[in-house]
């Protein structure tokens, strides 16, 4: 695992290394301050009564009491994706984002881990090493102007493999210690490789285990309901990978690849041994394959896939054995063509659709 330690206007340390594959990244973020909404942990709420009387119509002295108690560290940490990014085999620089928000109300560090395992057919994603990752892997990379959003050339890639790599960032935070949020994003940038499967998925789960400011060390409850002492409380919810008050808080982000599939059936048959006019004759049952034989030629483009396959280009070299007839009529659902050219028949479909959607056409020609 490879800890890098983030400051606020400070920079950022790689400590270890990140494993490849069905690896994990650990990131340390020292958020400072990273304060969410609510009173600063730590805060020493003070309030006293008095009561004023007389005695005699003369004034006394007035009696008084306080009653003091000390905010209690709110551990509270959030980790939101979009979800599911789909890709096609062959896409670069395909990104899944994750925003690590700490909605406590203390300063607080984390460790980020990324890990990814794949579906039920997987991608097979494993983590690029430099800064140009080849096709089928993946680097992650850290928001460095706080937008959100993935640029390249700007963000800063974390890269495990230069063991004395320092990246620099700001964590954005507001100047007051009350009432706002510090937060930061994670990307996963992904080039997938163009032997893809369609439905292939790999999920990337994010996780943010909370740690003592500073420090490498992960934060532990202290909840003993002592008033007089700051505590550490846990109030996160549950994540995708971890359970509701615990200091950590996971996400699952997934790339799921979507494609045509094209699946090209041809048939043949005998239209009549002996044809009048080769592209209108009516089939003519139990004919032969004679010499001067009407032939026909179906073909049919069927794309069982998840996405529309566009522009469709079709080639079909007749044989030299055949002589082309002409195209059976009103057969070709083909957007452009069908035409022949010394024997090469061509189709153009401007788009099939998904789930099934087909193209056909009908070629006749006479046996040499």
């Known amino acids: 695992m490879c800890e890098l330690s983030f400051s606020a206007f400070s920079k950022v340390a790689c400590r270890g290394a990140l494993a490849g594959g069905l690896g994990m990244a650990g990131i340390l973020l020292a958020a400072s301050p990273a304060l969410a909404i609510g009173t600063e942990a730590g805060t020493t709420v003070s309030n006293t009564v008095s009561v004023a009387y007389n005695v005699g119509g003369v004034a006394q002295t007035a009696a008084n009491d306080t009653a003091e108690f000390v905010v209690d560290r709110k551990i509270d940490v959030t980790v939101a994706t979009a979800g599911t990014n789909q890709v096609i085999p062959g896409q670069t620089a395909e990104v899944l984002a994750y925003t690590i928000t700490n909605t406590g109300n ?65 964590l954005g935070h507001a100047t007051n210690t009350t009432n706002y949020a510090a937060s930061t994003t994670v ?43 700051e505590e550490t409380v846990f109030a996160d919810g549950a994540g995708t990978a971890d359970a509701a008050t615990d200091g950590v808080h996971s996400n699952e982000g997934v790339f799921e690849v979507v494609t045509a599939t094209l699946v090209v ?104």
Do not use: W
Not at 280 to 301: F, K, N, R
């Open 187 to 229: 990307f996963i940038v992904a080039n997938i490789p163009a032997s893809a499967a369609d439905g292939a998925i790999d999920t990337f789960t994010v996780s943010a285990t909370t740690l003592d400011v500073g420090t490498t060390t992960v934060t532990t409850e202290s909840a003993t309901n002592d008033l007089a002492t």
């Open 106 to 170: 203390g300063e607080q560090g984390y460790d980020i881990d990324v890990a990814v395992a794949g579906g039920g057919t997987a991608i097979g994603l494993t983590l690029g090493a430099g800064a140009s990752p080849a096709s089928g892997e993946y680097v992650v990379y850290v928001d460095a102007n706080d937008n959100g959003v993935f640029d390249p050339g700007t963000d800063t890639q974390y890269a495990p493999s230069s063991g004395s790599t320092t990246l620099a960032f700001n």
């Open 265 to 368: 059936s041809k048939t043949m048959q005998v239209i009549s041994e002996s044809p009048s006019n080769c592209v209108t004759d009516a089939v003519v049952a139990s004919q032969y394959a004679l010499p001067g034989a009407c032939i026909e030629y179906t073909i049919t483009v069927t794309n069982n896939g998840t996405a529309n396959a566009e522009n469709v280009a079709l080639t079909d070299v007749l044989p030299t054995e055949v002589t082309f007839s002409g195209f059976h009529s009103s057969t070709s659902t083909f957007d452009t063509g069908p035409s022949e050219a010394a024997g090469t028949v061509s189709a153009t479909a401007n788009s099939i659709a998904s789930g099934g959607g087909s193209v056909q056409l009908v070629i006749r020609a006479l046996i040499n």
